[in-house]
Antibody, heavy 116, light 110 residues
């Protein structure tokens, strides 16, 4: 059971990036899948969640700019990030939770740097 | 959602006991019995050590325990070991929404 994030990189302010999270050992469609981020030297911040039924939720700073989605055939979760800002710079973790925001599976993270 | 409040730091000598508090509101910690704790070593992903207030995942030593009273949850590490030096974060379910993390506590083993 694991998840592997890809898609991070250096992007200019205002740009877009799509992160991917490939899962193995379980189905992303049957689980609560999250994106959590951690800015350099800072704490953890919940970014977004997709419920098994398809409902999605976002933290205030991500709502309207980020979109979480999934592809059942690829067993992959995505985070489309638009209108990126410097304060979006962080390591982004893909994470599975057990249903009550108790995350039992974490990826190693992918780093997003927003800078000109 | 506002972050849950944790002390910035805590410390103890090997073998001692350290406790970390995590204070929220009626809408998160106080309203649900779904508080989790995570351990994060530098450069690593967080690791779940407590869920549902006081349950330990398989493989987590029983030196780690959790509790909750009202809007405040606590993590206790007994018999402190050098490998326990890490950052610790609490988190809570907050209804049909994203979760909320604590501000984090750096534990130093003296």
């Amino acid at each position: 059971v694991q998840v592997v994030e890809t898609g991070g990189g250096l992007i200019q302010p205002g740009g877009s990036l799509r992160l991917s999270c490939a899962a193995s050992g379980f189905s992303v469609s049957n689980n609560y899948m999250n994106w959590v981020r951690q800015a350099p030297g800072k704490g953890l911040e919940w970014v977004s969640i997709m419920y098994p039924g398809g409902d999605t939720y976002y933290t205030d700073s991500a709502r309207g700019r980020f979109t979480i989605s999934r592809d059942k055939t690829k067993n992959t979760v995505y985070l489309q990030m638009n209108s990126l800002r410097a304060d979006d710079t962080a390591t982004y973790y893909c994470a599975r939770d057990l249903g009550a925001r108790d995350v039992d599976v974490w990826g190693k993270g992918t780093t997003v740097t927003v800078s000109s | 959602q506002s972050a849950l409040t944790q002390p910035p730091s805590a410390s103890g000598s090997p073998g001692q006991t350290v406790s970390i508090s995590c204070t929220g509101t009626d809408g998160d910690v106080g309203g649900h019995d779904y508080v989790s704790w995570y351990q994060q070593h530098p450069g690593k992903a967080p690791k779940l050590i407590i869920f549902a207030v006081n349950k330990r995942p398989s493989g987590v030593p029983d030196r780690f325990s959790g509790s909750k009273s009202g809007n405040t949850a606590s993590l206790t590490v007994s018999g402190l070991q050098t490998e326990d030096e890490a950052d610790y974060y609490c988190s809570s379910y907050a209804g049909w929404n994203v979760g909320v993390f604590g501000t984090g506590t750096k534990v130093t083993v003296l």
